[in-house]
């Protein structure tokens, strides 16, 4: 059985490991953060993530599982996974890529013959070959592969022990039957796998992310032009997804997409598309990025057409600060955004979420926040709904009506029961949904 071990245990590491060792390979976690290295050896998730601490405990206690700040420990793996971060630049649309080469020269230096360091984290096309070189200058007897990783948050455990496909990029079978050793139990599963080269694996996983951030900007395009032709894009979007060639995933028009990946991501690939002398193939991703953010833009329109231009002493209830439900990351979350820049317009912004109020609190220390929904709603002008948590789903308008000082709420997530609201006496807004009453 393959010893395992994984380095960087944020969000993806931490699950990997979990998920690879609940597959019955030995893995050992390694990060620079003790405290974080800790809490993991406590059974303890520092984030929020359905599933993964019950998973976590689980394997800590089969002995299979355990976390270090040392990557010495982990010197007679066979397979190093590398799951550090890859930030965007404060000062450019480029990723950082210091995690990722720490991590690897930190390895190369232990790891023993034969064995296969495998990069997961998404870094700009090129970073694969180039850390190759230096990895032969330091260890040649030692081979680098690339092996995106395409989970989602909230679907993390899920999307790892039950992937769509697993893509390696190798350059050498030796790589490749060990990747299909770690695999083993997936692949008996009949998860398709992708050998390919180092720069085709980096850009699949970009590439992937870049469809996603289209597609979502595509439909919060089709909204803007509902709004201006009196349309309803909810109705438009499940139109167009009856075609099997289009999909209805990802076809959710509202306040656009946020997190740790799809904005950082698409940016960082036009900057690299730029370094290779391709800035014009992916010059579109601009227009997905602005359309995007217009979208905070337009909600943030909508609260001022509704309640007059003049913010200031409004009292603003919002619902949701996570960039998506199931999560309590707010990395530039549309909702958190748009919460704050409400704010700075002199409103008296109140906040809840069901998960995310700490980090909200952490980035956003001006705003108001509180755990009970009625306190939010409480004299409201009126109510946002900015990430579609299930329990905002099952709010009762009647009983809210009851709380607010204007019965208005605008929903930026195209999530709740429209003629729910509108029964109960609501004014009720929407993106993209001008006929809305
Ligand atoms: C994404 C990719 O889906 C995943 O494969 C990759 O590995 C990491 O990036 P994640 O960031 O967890 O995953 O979120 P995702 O579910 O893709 O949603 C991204 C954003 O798009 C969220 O803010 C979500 O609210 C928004 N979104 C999604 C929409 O606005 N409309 C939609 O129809 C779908």
Redesign the pocket.
């Known amino acids: 059985m393959l010893k395992l071990s994984v380095i960087g245990t944020g969000y993806l590491g931490a699950t990997h490991a979990a998920a690879m060792s609940s597959l019955g390979f030995e893995v050992i976690g390694v990060d620079t953060d003790e405290t974080k290295i800790a809490q993991l050896n406590l059974g303890k998730v520092p984030f929020f993530e359905p599933n993964l601490e019950e998973l976590l405990t689980q394997e800590l206690a089969s002995g299979r599982l355990k976390f270090t700040t040392e990557v010495s420990d982990a010197a007679d793996c066979d397979v190093h996974f590398i799951c550090v971060g890859t930030p965007q630049l404060k000062d450019s649309l480029a990723a950082d890529l210091s995690y990722v080469n720490a991590s690897l020269h930190a390895v190369a230096k232990i790891a023993k013959a034969g064995s296969v360091i495998v990069g997961k984290s998404t870094v700009p096309v090129g970073t694969a070959e180039r850390l190759s070189k230096e990895l032969q200058a330091i260890n040649n007897q030692v081979e680098l592969a690339w092996n995106p990783?395409?989970?989602?948050?909230?679907f993390a455990v899920e999307d790892t022990l039950r992937p769509n496909r697993l893509v390696v990029g190798v350059t050498s079978d030796h790589a490749e039957n060990v990747l299909r050793q770690a695999y083993k139990p997936l692949l008996e599963n009949n998860v398709p796998w992708i050998r390919a080269d180092l720069p085709t694996a980096e850009l699949v996983k970009v590439a992937?992310?870049s469809f996603?951030a289209t597609k979502?900007s595509f439909i919060n395009a089709m909204a803007e032009i509902c709004e201006a032709a009196g349309g309803d894009v909810t109705v438009l979007a499940q139109a167009i997804g009856y075609d099997p060639r289009i999909g209805s995933r990802?076809?959710?028009a509202?306040i656009?997409?946020?997190?740790?990946?799809?904005p950082k991501d698409i940016r960082a690939f036009m900057a690299r598309s730029e370094e290779l002398g391709a800035k014009q193939s992916v010059e579109f991703l601009r227009e997905i990025d602005s359309i995007n953010l217009r979208a905070r833009q337009r909600m943030i329109d909508l609260v001022r057409a509704d309640i007059g231009n003049d913010l200031k002493g409004k009292k603003i209830a919002v619902l949701g600060a996570a960039?998506?439900p199931d999560s309590d990351d707010v990395r530039d979350s549309?909702a958190l955004d748009i919460a704050a820049q409400i704010h700075a317009s002199g409103a008296l912004v109140m906040v809840h979420d069901p998960k995310a109020i700490i980090p909200a609190r952490a980035r956003h220390p001006e705003l108001t926040y509180s755990e009970s929904i009625e306190d939010v709603v409480n004299a409201a002008d009126v109510i946002l709904h900015l990430t579609e948590w299930k329990i905002y789903r099952e709010l009762d308008p009647q009983l809210l009506k009851g709380l607010v000082k204007h019965p208005v709420i605008i929903d930026g997530r195209n999530a709740l029961n429209r003629e729910l609201w509108l029964k109960a006496g609501w004014k009720f807004r929407a993106l993209g949904r001008s006929s809305a009453s």
């Open positions: 990783e395409f989970l989602r948050e909230g992937a992310n996603l979502i990802f076809l959710q509202g656009g997409f946020g997190g740790g990946c799809l960039f998506k549309p």
